[in-house]
């Protein structure tokens, strides 16, 4: 059935009638709407699930190809580079060439990039197939919720988008589980392998099951210089992220990255009133329900990815687990991902987005808290219950803010819209690595020397000092070999306590964070557009 778009770019006051969908009608399995949320859930979750199982591989890829340390980084900063610059670029491919084409396209290029890793013998080999991983991901997630937004009605989206959201979050916290075992009992290949299977059921359904979906008055023109400038600005502010621990907040290449990330993005912003057919209409931020969502999205990411940074650390050096035993402590996390966002989604089509938002961010707030108040024999029930917590709190904002950001852009810009949304987790995640990375670093570099001194150990030079603090930043003791049993137990307690105080701090951090999101939260509201493109198919 076709139906009238209303179009919102300017906000609620402002709105025009558009052009009809050019929908064709669903037959059979072709264009259903849950047979379609089930398709593109497999999608999203190898690139979900891609951000963390990776993360575990790691150390055997460093040993088994003789890579340095900062080359082994590049394994995850390509993959999050080449994924942050391009997703609004891949949404806007979306909205031209149909978002069907545009998931299908990047299915089989991030399955054939992984298995081109597992193949690799050299270090060279994985990172620049890390970055096709990033660039085709960049392509699927958008297009994954530009399918959603036109295939569900109004008031079934919220539950669409609660299970969308269900699937990223159990991914991306059974990523590491998943890795673990992988690694231990198979070999770093397979974890890139197992894309290849996954992909291939994903392209199989997306053949058979996705229907493609058009505005009339979608973009016919790429606005080119509008792509060179927003994808430079992103790298630059990204890239200044991803190295600013390393060059360290106060050198000049770094604030010379971000200035020029500044610079970048008020050039776009110029260009963007300028050129007849935008990348990202400016209008669309005239829409405070819109932008609240965007900077929500930043919000939580900073808050979530960068207090759960250090967790993993706490659990395996401090708390001496495996990967394995690690990623089973983060189950709650998970589960509570799991059972909460479509439970998240039936409140908010039945109270709005506002509400659970702001309770979401409430409780996000309590569990960062509770986070600051671990220690190194903390039990694994009081860690269960923030992890849960943290997850009950998470659902919701990962369902509304989506739904936020989506619903309040027009149909013909529902894959910008999802770019936007994917990018500002992207960004939000590593701006609260590095931020909460440099609150960590801070502190213990600040606390170290007492503590050691304190505990009557021998005076380090301040090399040494330097060299224990990169350790005692990641929860390791810097024991040297050799030393004697009671002189290490010392050592390890230090290290430990210091770590724990850095901890600690960077998680209070994140829980003021996630209380200023609290009020960003009651600035959003339902999508003006979501329920004037009724779903195609039988619910």
Aim: glycine fraction near 14%; proline fraction near 5%; hydrophobic fraction near 55%.
């Amino acid at each position: 059935m076709t139906s009238q778009t209303t179009i919102d770019a300017a906000g609620p006051g402002d709105a025009t009638p558009a052009a009809p969908v050019d929908r064709p009608p669903a037959s059979g399995l072709r264009g259903h709407p849950w047979f379609t949320l089930i398709t593109v859930a497999v999608g999203v979750m190898m690139v979900a699930l891609d951000g963390t199982i990776v993360a575990i591989a790691n150390p055997a890829i460093q040993k088994d190809l003789g890579a340095t340390f900062a080359q082994v980084q590049w394994i995850t900063n390509g993959y999050f580079l080449a994924l942050a610059v391009s997703l609004i670029t891949a949404g806007k491919l979306g909205d031209r060439f149909g978002h069907r084409q545009t998931f299908l396209v990047g299915v089989v290029g991030f399955a054939a990039a992984s298995g081109a890793i597992g193949l690799s013998s050299s270090i060279g080999a994985v990172v620049t197939f890390r970055v096709l991983q990033g660039l085709f991901g960049a392509l699927l997630m958008p297009a994954a919720l530009g399918l959603l937004r036109a295939t569900f009605p109004a008031e079934k989206l919220n539950m669409a988008i609660g299970i969308w959201g269900m699937v990223i979050g159990a991914s991306t916290a059974g990523g590491p589980i998943l890795g673990g075992v992988l690694v231990q009992h198979v070999s770093w290949q397979s974890v890139f392998f197992i894309n290849v299977p996954v992909g291939a059921i994903a392209l199989g359904l997306g053949i058979v099951m996705l229907l493609d979906h058009r505005a009339e008055n979608a973009p016919r023109s790429f606005d080119l210089p509008g792509i060179a400038l927003l994808s430079g600005a992103m790298f630059c502010l990204v890239w200044a992220l991803i190295k600013a621990p390393a060059w360290g907040w106060g050198d000049g290449k770094t604030w010379a990255f971000i200035a020029a990330s500044v610079l970048g993005f008020a050039l776009f912003s110029y260009w963007e009133t300028k050129v007849k057919e935008p990348l990202i209409p400016l209008g669309l931020f005239r829409s405070v329900p819109l932008s609240a969502g965007v900077v929500l999205m930043v919000l939580m990411a900073i808050a979530f990815m960068g207090g759960l940074f250090f967790v993993t650390f706490y659990l395996q050096n401090v708390h001496g687990m495996d990967p394995v035993d690690a990623g089973l402590h983060l189950l709650p996390l998970t589960g509570m991902m799991i059972v909460g966002s479509p439970l998240a989604g039936a409140a908010i089509t039945k109270l709005g987005p506002r509400i659970p938002l702001a309770g979401g961010m409430a409780a996000t707030a309590i569990a960062m808290y509770g986070m600051s108040t671990l220690k190194a024999d903390t039990g694994s029930g009081i860690m269960a219950v923030w992890f849960a917590l943290l997850g009950l709190g998470l659902a919701p904002v990962m369902v509304g803010a989506t739904e936020v950001i989506v619903g309040n852009a027009p149909m013909e810009l529902s894959g910008v819209a999802g770019g936007l949304q994917q990018a500002a987790m992207q960004i939000g995640g590593s701006l609260g690595t590095a931020v909460l990375g440099a609150v960590m670093a801070s502190k213990v570099d600040g606390d170290l020397a007492g503590n050691w001194a304190d505990a009557g150990l021998p005076k380090l030079t301040p090399a040494q000092l330097a060299q224990a603090s990169e350790a005692v930043q990641v929860g390791v003791a810097p024991v040297a070999k050799g030393t004697p049993e009671a002189i290490a137990a010392k050592i390890t307690g230090v290290a430990h306590d210091t770590f724990i105080s850095g901890m600690s701090l960077a998680s209070l951090v994140a829980a003021g964070v996630a209380a200023v999101a609290i009020l960003v939260a009651l600035l959003t509201k339902r999508g003006e557009n979501a329920g004037t493109d009724a779903g195609v198919g039988h619910i």
